[in-house]
């Protein structure tokens, strides 16, 4: 009888420590790039349309999965001419492929509170594996009793590597920095 006491107490403690669902609060984020452009400045820009979702264990501190989507339309570089060149053929495309994805496939913790995240990103019709360093902050509790935390990536990837090729390196640098600052939220 005591060992059965023991396993459902067990079972009862493993099933309450599951990982919530957290979804990104659009009007406390931001998804930001910058690329060289003739080598001596940076140009910058943000995608404005974005979804996304964190399954985090909050009693293990543990982020276990994330995905997220973007509208490639809602690119802004505070130029209207560079913005409509950059949703053409040319770059992005976004009529034939008017969103980039994001699924991740791994995570491994680096740190208290700091993740590897290995994925797919989906760039012009075509799954590439990225990592991303990925470092949460959090939970809190907000409003209603819903819980928060907030997901910070900075990262680098080559815009060749995605399939954007368009331009020499000397006129956009292939480099381009990613920053995600992102609030989500359990409600």
Partial sequence: ????LIILTATALSLSARAETFTIDTAHAEIG?????MMVSNTKGTFN?????????????????????????????????????LLNEDFFNATKFPKMTFKSTSISKTGDNEFEVTGVLNVLGI??????PVEISGPIDG??????IGVSCNTKLNRRDLGIDHSPSTVIGDEVKISLELEAGTK
């Fill in 49 to 85: 349309t974005f979804e996304g979702s964190f399954e985090f264990d909050i009693s293990k501190k543990m982020l276990t999965s994330a995905q997220g989507s973007i509208q490639v339309t809602s690119i802004d570089t505070n130029n209207e001419k560079r913005d409509k060149h």
């Fill in 143 to 148: 409003r209603d009793g819903a819980k928060i």
């Fill in 33 to 37: 790039f910058s690329a060289k452009h």
């Fill in 1 to 4: 009888m005591k060992s059965l």
């Fill in 127 to 132: 799954d590439r594996k990225v990592v991303l």
